[in-house]
C-alpha cells in the first residue's frame, strides 16, 4: 500500500502565480488496478512521479509499503553521455538486482544490438523507448506506473512488450494515466480524477470518466 499524509504540491510559472497540483491530499492506495484522469496540465504524470518518487512534494509525506516503479518506459533518467550497459547498471545496482541477470534481459528485450556499447546520445527515438522498456519489464514491482506509453517499435515488438506486460499484472497492480478509455477499460478497476489540486477517488471506472467528463465543462482555477 501506498500512503499519502497531507502532500502538496505546487509549480511556479512565468506569470509570478503558482499552478497547484496537489493541495493538502491524505490518501491511501492499495493493491487495485487505478486509472487516473484529468485535463491537460491537471498533473497526472507529476503524481504518478511522486508516487515513484522521483519527485518530492512540497509538504507532506509519502510512504511506500511496495515496490513502486519508476514511469513505465520513462527514459528521462538516463545520462547521455554513458552507455546503454553502463545506464542498464546503474539502474540495477540502484534498486538492489543481479546487474548482469538485467543487462541480459535488456539486451534480449529491447534488440538494439551493438548500440548497448554506444552512448544513448547516439541512439534514434525508438532505439531510447526500447532500451526503457526493456529496463522497465527486467524487474518486478507490486506497483507498476504508466503514463501513456504501452509498446513502442514496430508491430512485432508492440506485441512482445503487450505480452511482457501483461505477463507482470499477473502478480502486480497498475496506476494509469491514459486519454484512452479503451486502455483504461482493459487495465484498470477503478478511477480517480485530478482536478483542480484535488484527487476524487471513484468507486468505479466508469464513475471517474462521468466526473471527468463534467470537469471538463468547467475550466481549470489557476493558483
Not at 491530499?25 to 487505478?34: A, F, G, K
Not at 528485450?109 to 527486467?138: C, H, K, N, Q
Not at 517499435?153 to 501483461?166: L, P, W
Amino acid at each position: 500500500m501506498i500512503h499519502f499524509r497531507n502532500v502538496s504540491k505546487r509549480y511556479a510559472t512565468t506569470s509570478g502565480r503558482h499552478k497547484v497540483i496537489m493541495e493538502d491530499l491524505s490518501m491511501d492506495i492499495p493493491r487495485i488496478n487505478i486509472g487516473i484522469l484529468g485535463h491537460n496540465g491537471a498533473g497526472k504524470s507529476t503524481f504518478l512521479r511522486l508516487l515513484a518518487g522521483t519527485i518530492l512534494p512540497d509538504s507532506g509525506q509519502i510512504t511506500r509499503r511496495a515496490k513502486v516503479s519508476w514511469p513505465l518506459g520513462f527514459a528521462g533518467s538516463f545520462h547521455r553521455g554513458l552507455t546503454g550497459i553502463e545506464n542498464i547498471r546503474f539502474v540495477a545496482r540502484i534498486y538492489g538486482q543481479d546487474t548482469e541477470r538485467v543487462v541480459e534481459y535488456v539486451r534480449e528485450f529491447a534488440e538494439i544490438d551493438d548500440f548497448l556499447y554506444m552512448p544513448v546520445l547516439t541512439y534514434s527515438s525508438g532505439m531510447v523507448a526500447r532500451l526503457a522498456f526493456g529496463l522497465s519489464m527486467s524487474m518486478n514491482f507490486d506497483y507498476y506506473l504508466v503514463d501513456e506509453i504501452m509498446a513502442v517499435g514496430d508491430q512485432r515488438f508492440r506485441q512482445k512488450s503487450q505480452e511482457a506486460f501483461n505477463t507482470k499484472l499477473a502478480k502486480s497492480n497498475v496506476i494509469m494515466v491514459s486519454h484512452q478509455d479503451s486502455v483504461l477499460k482493459q487495465y484498470c478497476d477503478v478511477g480517480a480524477v485530478l482536478h483542480n489540486g484535488r484527487l476524487t477517488v471513484c468507486d468505479d471506472l466508469q464513475q471517474a470518466m462521468d466526473l471527468h467528463s463534467e470537469n471538463q465543462k468547467h475550466p481549470a482555477i489557476g493558483a
